[in-house]
């Protein structure tokens, strides 16, 4: 019997050391998944700030584009306003030249009129004020390239402001030609007057 209870107390030595080895190696591999988990962990959370790191960077990239985009774009349309209101500024200068020249045909009417001893006051006074209108458009004209000038430096210009700094010189320069069509129309009157009573 003393042989049994020793070898049931060397027994109970041994299992009681085998469960601490095992618990020991249960801890050891507890301990070695949970550092391996904290290394994922750590890797996972790197990638992520990189990732974050490398979306930031795109997104700053893609607003420096669109703003040169957008720079481009708007030096475009600085180009085409500038050519559209080039030539509407040489049209109207076309006109202006045009009205000149025919004030110079009216006031040789007017002097040939005049040395065939026809009365020729009235299209004298309108003569005057048709001279007066075309000054006016020539002034409104000089007027509309500086504001076209003056609109070009600005940024936030919509098209109705161009259409409008136009609208004055295209209407003295309306008002001019019908200060001279006035003007052929009182000298055709004369012209008729001097007929009728001949």
Not at 88 to 115: D, G, P, Q
Not at 137 to 160: G, H, N, P, R, Y
Not at 175 to 197: P, Q, W
Request: cysteine-free; proline content about 0%; overall charge positive.
């Amino acid at each position: 019997m003393k042989k049994l209870s020793i070898i049931a107390l060397f027994a109970i030595l041994l299992s009681s050391t085998l469960v601490f080895a095992d618990t020991t190696a249960t801890t050891t591999r507890l301990e070695q998944r949970q550092s391996k988990l904290e290394e994922r962990q750590a890797e996972r959370k790197e990638k992520l700030d990189e990732q974050k790191t490398k979306q930031d960077e795109k997104k700053l990239e893609n607003e420096k584009k669109q703003a040169e985009r957008k720079i481009k774009l708007e030096e475009k349309r600085k180009e085409r306003i500038a050519k559209l209101t080039g030539s509407i500024i040489e049209k109207l200068s076309e006109s202006i030249t045009r009205l000149e020249a025919f004030e110079v045909k009216v006031i040789e009417k007017v002097t040939r009129f005049e040395e065939r001893k026809i009365d020729v006051t009235e299209s004298k006074k309108l003569l005057e004020t048709a001279k007066t209108k075309l000054a006016d458009a020539k002034a409104d004209l000089a007027s509309a390239k500086t504001d076209i000038e003056t609109l070009m430096i600005s940024t936030t210009v919509s098209k109705d402001d161009y259409k409008n700094i136009f609208e004055a010189s295209k209407l003295s320069i309306k008002e001019a030609k019908d200060a001279y069509t006035a003007v052929i129309v009182s000298l055709k009157a004369s012209v008729k007057k001097v007929n009728n009573t001949n």
